[in-house]
Nanobody
Framework: VQLQASGGGLVQAGGSLRLSCAAS????????MGWFRQAPGKEREFVAT?????YYADSVKGRFTLSRDKAKNTMYLHMNNLEPEDTAVYFC????????????????????WGQGTLVTVSS
C-alpha cells in the first residue's frame, strides 16, 4: 500500500489550503485515514483522523475539516484560517482495520504512512 500526500505550499496567515492523500496498491478500503504533522524541531503530532467518527486535535478544531472519498481511497484536509503555528510537514496515515477510540490519536496505531507535504504559513 502506498499513500501519496499532496497540496502543501506557502500561504499567508488567514489563508486556506487543501491537502490530499491518495491510497493505492490494494483494492480494499482503508478503515482509518488520518493526518499528523511535524513542525521544525518538534515531535510529530496528531491533527485529525476519520473512521467510524472524525476526531480533531484541539489546536485545529473549527479551522480544519477532514473529508474522505472512500470509493477513491482518497482523503482531504481542508485547512482554513491558517496560522504560522500550523507550519509543518503534514503526513497522512492509514490503517486497514478499526482502531479503538482511545488509540486513534496515536502514531503507532497506523500501519501506512505517506511521504509528507510541507505547509508553510507566513505571518
Amino acid at each position: 500500500v502506498q499513500l501519496q500526500a499532496s497540496g502543501g505550499g506557502l500561504v499567508q496567515a488567514g489563508g486556506s489550503l487543501r491537502l490530499s492523500c491518495a491510497a493505492s496498491g490494494r483494492t480494499f478500503s482503508m478503515y482509518h485515514m488520518g493526518w499528523f504533522r511535524q513542525a521544525p524541531g518538534k515531535e510529530r503530532e496528531f491533527v485529525a483522523t476519520t473512521g467510524d467518527r472524525t476526531y480533531y486535535a484541539d489546536s485545529v478544531k473549527g479551522r480544519f475539516t477532514l473529508s474522505r472519498d472512500k470509493a477513491k481511497n482518497t482523503m482531504y484536509l481542508h485547512m482554513n484560517n491558517l496560522e504560522p503555528e500550523d507550519t509543518a510537514v503534514y503526513f497522512c496515515a492509514a490503517r486497514q482495520t478499526r482502531i479503538i477510540v482511545g488509540a486513534v490519536r496515536t502514531e503507532k496505531s497506523y500501519d501506512y504512512w505517506g511521504q509528507g507535504t510541507l505547509v508553510t504559513v507566513s505571518s
